[in-house]
């Protein structure tokens, strides 16, 4: 092989032809970084890989290619620029997908993949500059599986097949890492818009407009350790406060101090638990203000306090709009706080009012809002926040329209959130405070370490959708976003007059029990509350029907309420599952090969999951059943929760499910048992 189009440095390699350069490198235990471009140097950003990290590696020749090994992988490279991973044991794990007149599948590649460029597997298409649209092709392994990639609302858990848009929306959130089943995590360290598409025939990368190809891959034994590796390079969740493993209650929205106050108060009257009460949307004076309407609330030192007194926190919601009235926003706009339109007008969102985002991949636009937020907020007690419309949520969503502080939508967009979490942390932590959580509604690769809680955005309030949680929420987890909940009920369309609500609700709530965070919400129908009117005579935003777990009839509450104290029963253990994930990047929620990797019946269960290390939660995902089957993995004895019965792992049993039980099974010598037995 000819060796001079290879440089080798201290635990890397570059390869450059025909004005491509590609640097491969150790990164971070069994982990290798890969970066291509044709410009004629990398950018500086590391995204999300960024956790100081040890970079040694051995770097060599060896045949027809050169190679770069990092403990238990191994990136070989030949002289045409063909990449290929391999575990220790010599299998391999991914291949860049090249196909030439000669050589067909073989790994060494010929001259023809220059002269027959349509089938090389990295592609570059100058668009503006230095940025080019950009494809990265891999070959396909049919019975491969993929798990992780962020929340996409959809039936699906395994990926293998599915096409996804890598881009933030209401409701879907893109986190571009996953863990294959043949042994290997893959994270695609890029922010821009753009496409994945798991094919049977191959894997294909495809971004509108980046200046490089950057991705990093480790190689591992178990889902576990490679969760463990990733999140070692991109960030682990901290330690979950104590208080955010109880019960939040919220809706569409209080509307006043008084009335926020007055349902804390009927939880404490009727003895319910309760740890975390929210403040929703529109309780500002204007977008982009930051702070209490005075109006509706007079007194938030005295409300805080009370609320303390009761053994609540409040969390209050924050959105990123500015009112084109607000007084921020000539200075914002003055200062280049502000995201920007490429052409026409620079509005961006319709909610009630005409608004613009505050540009949060700006590092004084963050200090600035936090600076208005501490002294609104902060300085008055709150400290946990709700970052909602965190994608941000355009209202005509075309990224090729906006422009960042770090460069266009199009390259840089999808690292909003995790931007817009990094603020809070940030600014909280200087408040020499240690118990930070945000509650999201977006998320991107590494946003577990700003303390973000994601949750599923605003779905609708039907069984489908319940479904699609479990799906959303273990994909999540695999993408190392540990900290994740649904609006239990959903969002959009309950009637709490509907006995078919009340019974999703009841089911939702079962879930929720064992979700990493229990928080119900939801905009209740029937809108019959008429808003208030403002001091300006201007009506203030709407509410929805009341959502308190008293507000759906006596035998509903007794359900509810049984739900809430299993879920306070089990905080001990929660808490050990939260200290995994901070420890070493575990999930909360986890698919049940997770926990059980050698049984191959694990991995195709996507309608149950286990919630830690010893307990296999299986909701009720249809209307009008009293039962429902389970599996449950081999490697281990399983105890039913609500009944005692003993069943050996490696078979399908079958639950009893009445609507005050949800089928939960318990790993046989666990000590959770006595938190959960209905027996």
Known sequence: MDKSFFKVYPGALEFRRRYETVRIEAWGENGLRVRATENLSFTPEDWALSESVSHVGKVGFE?????????????????????????????????????????????????????????????????????????????????????????????????????????????????????????????????????????????????????????????????AQLLRQYTAVAGRAPMMPEYAMGFWQCKLRYQTQEELLSVAREYRRRGIPLDVIVVDFFHWTKMGEWKFDPQFWPDPEGMIAELSEMGIRLVVSIWPTVDMQSENMAYMADH???????????????????????????????????????????????????????????????????????????????????????????????????????????????????????????????????????????????????????????????????????????????????????????????????????????????????????????????????????RYRLRPYIARVMAQAHENGSPAMRPLFYNFPEDGSSWAVEDAYCFGDDLLVAPVLEPGVSEREVYLPAGSAWIEAATGRRFEGGQTVTAAAPIDVIPVFVREGSDVLELVKRF
């Open 336 to 566: 280049d706080m502000l995201i920007r339109t490429n052409r026409g007008m620079n509005r961006h969102m319709e909610c009630m009012d005409h608004a613009v985002f505050s540009d949060m991949t700006n590092p004084a636009t963050r200090d600035f809002v936090w600076s208005i937020a501490k002294k609104n907020y902060v300085d008055k007690g709150v400290c946990q926040f709700w970052l909602d419309v965190a994608e941000p949520e355009f209202s005509a969503p075309d990224f090729e329209n906006y422009r960042y502080h770090k460069g266009h939508a199009l390259e840089v967009a999808n690292c909003f959130p995790a931007e817009y979490s990094k603020m809070f942390w940030d600014g909280i932590r200087a408040e020499g405070r240690d118990d930070v959580i945000s509650l999201v509604r977006c998320a991107w690769a590494g946003s577990q370490k700003y303390g973000a809680l994601a949750w599923s955005g605003d779905v609708r309030s039907t069984f489908p959708t319940l479904r699609r949680q479990i799906m959303a929420g273990l994909n999540m987890g695999m993408a190392g976003i540990p900290w994740w909940n649904a609006d239990i009920g959903g969002f959009m369309g309950g009637d709490i007059n509907s006995p078919q609500f009340r019974e999703l609700l009841m089911r939702w709530f079962a879930f929720g029990t064992f979700s990493p965070v229990m928080r119900l919400h939801g905009d209740r129908d029937p809108h019959t509350q008429k808003p208030f009117i403002s001091s300006d005579g201007k009506a203030c935003a709407p509410t929805g029907a009341d959502n308190e777990v008293w507000s759906y009839g006596e035998d509903a509450e007794k359900v509810l309420v049984g739900f809430i104290e299993q």
């Open 63 to 223: 045949g027809d290619a050169a190679f770069v090994e990092n403990g238990d992988i191994r990136a070989e490279i030949t002289e045409y620029g063909r990449i290929r991973f391999l575990n220790s044991a010599g299998k391999v794990l991914l291949s860049e997908l090249y196909r030439t007149m000669t050589h067909g599948e073989d790994f060494g590649g010929s001259r023809d993949l220059h002269i027959n460029q349509y089938f090389v597997a990295r592609k570059y298409r100058s668009v503006s500059g230095d940025n080019y649209t950009v494809t990265q092709t891999f070959d396909s392994v049919e019975n491969e599986k993929i798990f992780g990639m962020g929340q996409y609302q959809q039936n699906v858990l395994n990926l293998k097949g599915c096409v996804l848009d890598l881009c933030q929306l209401n409701t879907q959130a893109t986190v571009p890492f996953y863990v294959s089943s043949l042994g290997y995590g893959f994270l695609m360290n890029n922010p821009a818009v753009g496409k994945v598409s798991f094919g049977r025939n191959q894997t294909q990368w495809s971004f509108e407009s980046t200046k490089q190809i950057d991705y990093w891959i480790t190689a591992g034994e178990t889902p």
